[in-house]
Structures are given as structure tokens and as C-alpha cells.
């Protein structure tokens, strides 16, 4: 598909009417808080008016004006495959046909569980969910029941979803808005949860002997995505692993972003490190709505009905959702990770290329098709060093690409996620976007 020449999204003149999209804004204005249903879709982070995205075709996503965008928002990963992926949209389409929600076991729920189990095998059984916030809680309620202790150990700049007790120091939009938390979060819940920094192995194991007996879990993003992507190595899961061992308290890998993304076995087949349960979204629901967690039969076993742990979804193992996962699953062959590698690494190198030919201080972290344009001069190793990116360089970059026709996250502490509908010609486009950006 040839790429276009776009209108600049930003220029419009002041005295002409109001396009469909602003009039759209307008409307979702005086429906929901901000005029979104995320605060990251606010673009405040950006310093620009949210696009009103109608469609997605592949690698590009079309505004409401008709202005056509390379996509690396992605869903926010979910879009592995590109947009409105063929054989994904006739899985749904005849799934369609067979009826909306049962509120019963049906044979898609099997077929997406059996593929994730494939791939998986520290989940020997999940339970599906609506949502990864869903998954993240329910993962933690299991842990608490296991171990019979209250405590949590997450880290600054992660995220795993809107619960309460996750809240505090997290990554994501929460770190977008400037914000330390939530407000509405009672301070007994929130102090269940220690934080810790990204990276330091050696204080978990100090705080695992400080609060010895009392720490139900340890959870964390295997690869950091909701504070630029950071990449701590296999070293670090590993020793997360040793230290969750001696002390008895469970490893909880969130791999919502990572899981089929990094690898067909998530961060845990690429670092060789095995978690005692697992929490899962994005891509194994092909671009619905999804969640799960799992992990040893022996925890999962306390999920009712078996067990005393209560968690229910009337939604939950939605058959379009189902049939979707199923069918994007099924297309991600080892060949196919190996493709979107290359597509990834290209994208890399030539961003760095672009911002060494403008002479910027920047820096690129990438883990299979994550990347990071950081507006730093060394990628981040932490919360605490994510946040000195310079924002509002980064704001500047991102307007200059999108009237370029390129679609980088609204914001500097996500993921751009490459699929493995870009190709040459988009790469190339973004590229040459970059030049001119990184140069402006």
C-alpha cells in the first residue's frame, strides 16, 4: 500500500469551521472526563488535542478527518499483527455468527488456553479475565491466599493496572499525569504494597529479610514497558527467582505487555526464568478485550469453585475475544518473531542513525519489537532516571512526526510497538520523519 503525503494534523487556520474531528472532540468533551476513556488517549503528555481514531488498516490507523497515520501506538501492543488482520477478523466474524456472550464454558475458551498453555508451561492452569487489571489482582489475591501473608513487593514505574494497591509509583499514565498515585486509594491498602526501585536485586532481599514472613509476593514486569522500555536482563529475573525462594513468597511475572510479544513464551522462555504465576492481556485477545493469570496447579487450585479464593466475570473468556486470541496465536510462528526482529531492529538503527546525523542527545532501548526513543543520553535503568527524559523535547518530536504522518505514543514513558504488518515502506517513512524531527 502506497503511503500518502498527510495534511499536517496540527496547523489547522483559525478560520476555518471545525473539522469532523474537532467537532467529535467536542462531543466526547461532554461525555467523558477529559474527553477519553484513558488518560494517556488525552495527549496531554504531548501538549496536543487527542486524535479521534475511526479505523486501522494494517500498519496505519485513519483520524476522523481521513488523515492516515504508521501506527507504533499498536493498541497499545494488543495489534501484533497489524489492524483489522484478515484471518483475526474472520475468527470474530464467525464467532459473531454463533452468538454473543453464554455465561458458560464454550470451545474457544479451550482452544485460547491449550495454545497459551503450549507456550507457557510454568501455567499448568488460568483463569481468563476482562482486563489485565482484572488478571493483576485476581494473581495477587491468589498469592495473599497461598502464603497467608499481606504484603507486596512491586517496583517504581511499573504498572499492572488500576487496583488500588497498585497504584502507588506506578509507571504508565499514572507517571504521565504527574502524579504519584491515586487519590480514592485508602492508606491502608496502599501500604500493603512496598515499592522498591527497578533493577536492585539487593533490595528485595533486604526488604524480603526486613518484613521476613510477611511478604505474599514479589511482582513485576520482566521487562519494563510503562517507563520507556528498560531491560534488566535475565541476571536480575534470576536472582528475583532466588530471593522469592528462600523466603517463600511467590514470583509474579505481569507479562500483559511482554507475554507473545517479546517471544512466543514471553519474557520468561527468552530469560529462562520461571514464575509461580503469570498475569496476560494484549496480544492474546488479537485486539478485544482480554486478561489472564495463571500458573502452578497447586495456587490456581485455590480459585474457585475448587477453592476458597473468590473471582468471577460474567464477560470473562469472551467468545469473540476467544476466537480473536486464537487466531492471532496461531499466527505467530517462530519465523514470524524472527521477521518482526528484523523489522524492529531496522526501526532502531535507523533512529539512531537520525538523531546521531542532528547531532541529539538520545538514546534507544529496545527488547524484540519494544522500543524507546529516549530524549536522554543514556537509556534509563529506573523510575528515578525515566523520569529526567526531557519531556518537552520529546513533545516537539512527536507533534513534528505526526504531522508527518507518523504515530509515536503520546508520551515519553510508553513503548512504541513495531508489528508484523510494517514493512520496509513504513520503516522507511518513519525514518526519514525522524531526520527532519530530530533536526527541527
Known amino acids: ?43 496531554r503528555a504531548v501538549g496536543l488535542p487527542p486524535l479521534v481514531i475511526e479505523r486501522g ?53 479451550i482452544a485460547l488456553a491449550s495454545a497459551i498453555r503450549g507456550a507457557m508451561p510454568s501455567i499448568e492452569l488460568l483463569r481468563f479475565t476482562s482486563s489485565g487489571t482484572e488478571a493483576a489482582m485476581s494473581a495477587l489475591r491468589v498469592a495473599r491466599a497461598a502464603t497467608g501473608c499481606d504484603l507486596v513487593i512491586a517496583f517504581a514505574g511499573g504498572y499492572h493496572g488500576h487496583s488500588d494497591g497498585l497504584l502507588a509509583e506506578a509507571g504508565s499514565g499514572v507517571a504521565a499525569q504527574g502524579i504519584p498515585g491515586s487519590a480514592g486509594v485508602p492508606a491502608p491498602v496502599a501500604a500493603q504494597t512496598i515499592v522498591l526501585p527497578y533493577g536492585d536485586a539487593e533490595a528485595v532481599d533486604a526488604a524480603l529479610h526486613r ?29 528475583l527467582r532466588r530471593a522469592t525462594d528462600a523466603h517463600g513468597t511467590l514470583l509474579v511475572f505481569d507479562e500483559v505487555i511482554t507475554g ?26 488479537g485486539g478485544m478485550p482480554v486478561g489472564a493469570y495463571g500458573g502452578r ?17 460474567t464477560l470473562a473468556g469472551h467468545p469473540l475475544a476467544m476466537a480473536a ?11 514470524r518473531y524472527e521477521a518482526l526482529e528484523a523489522t524492529a531492529a531496522e526501526l532502531e538503527q535507523g533512529l539512531r542513525d537520525a538523531a546521531r546525523a542532528a547531532g541529539r542527545a538520545v538514546s534507544l ?50 513503548a512504541w510497538f513495531v508489528s508484523l504488518a510494517h514493512g520496509p515502506a513504513e520503516v522507511a517513512a518513519t525514518i526519514a520523519a525522524a531526520r527532519r524531527a530530530l533536526a527541527a
Open 365 to 414: 532501548a529496545r527488547v524484540g519489537s519494544l522500543l524507546t526513543l529516549h530524549f536522554r543520553a543514556a537509556p534509563p535503568r529506573n523510575a528515578a532516571e525515566a523520569g529526567e527524559v526531557d519531556r518537552e523535547a520529546y513533545a516537539g518530536f512527536f507533534g513534528a512526526m505526526l504531522d508527518q504522518g507518523i504515530l509515536p505514543p503520546p508520551s515519553p514513558l510508553e
Open 1 to 43: 500500500m502506497p503511503l500518502e503525503t498527510p495534511v499536517p494534523a496540527t496547523s489547522a487556520a483559525a478560520t476555518e469551521p471545525p473539522s469532523r474531528q474537532q467537532r467529535l472532540r467536542s462531543e466526547a468533551a461532554a461525555l467523558f472526563p477529559g474527553g477519553v476513556n484513558s488518560p494517556v488517549r488525552a495527549f
Open 211 to 239: 518484613h521476613a514472613g510477611r511478604v505474599a509476593a514479589v511482582i513485576v514486569e520482566p521487562v519494563a514497558a510503562n517507563m520507556g522500555v528498560v531491560e534488566p536482563g535475565g541476571a536480575y529475573l534470576a536472582a
Open 260 to 285: 507473545f510479544r517479546v517471544s512466543r513464551g514471553g519474557a520468561q522462555q527468552r530469560y529462562g526464568v520461571t514464575p509461580d504465576l503469570t498475569v496476560l492481556g494484549k496480544v492474546i485477545g
Open 325 to 335: 486470541g486464537t487466531a492471532t496465536l496461531a499466527e505467530l510462528s517462530e519465523e
Open 57 to 109: 488498516e494494517g500498519p496505519y490507523v485513519v483520524d476522523a478527518d481521513g488523515r492516515r497515520y504508521v501506527d507504533y501506538v499498536g493498541a497499545w501492543g494488543a495489534a501484533i499483527l497489524g489492524h483489522a488482520h484478515a484471518r483475526v477478523v474472520a475468527a470474530i466474524r464467525a464467532a459473531l455468527e454463533r452468538g454473543l456472550a453464554f455465561g458458560a464454558t464454550h470451545p474457544d475458551e
Open 297 to 313: 496447579r497447586d495456587l490456581m487450585r485455590l480459585v474457585a469453585p475448587v477453592g476458597p479464593v473468590y473471582q468471577a466475570g
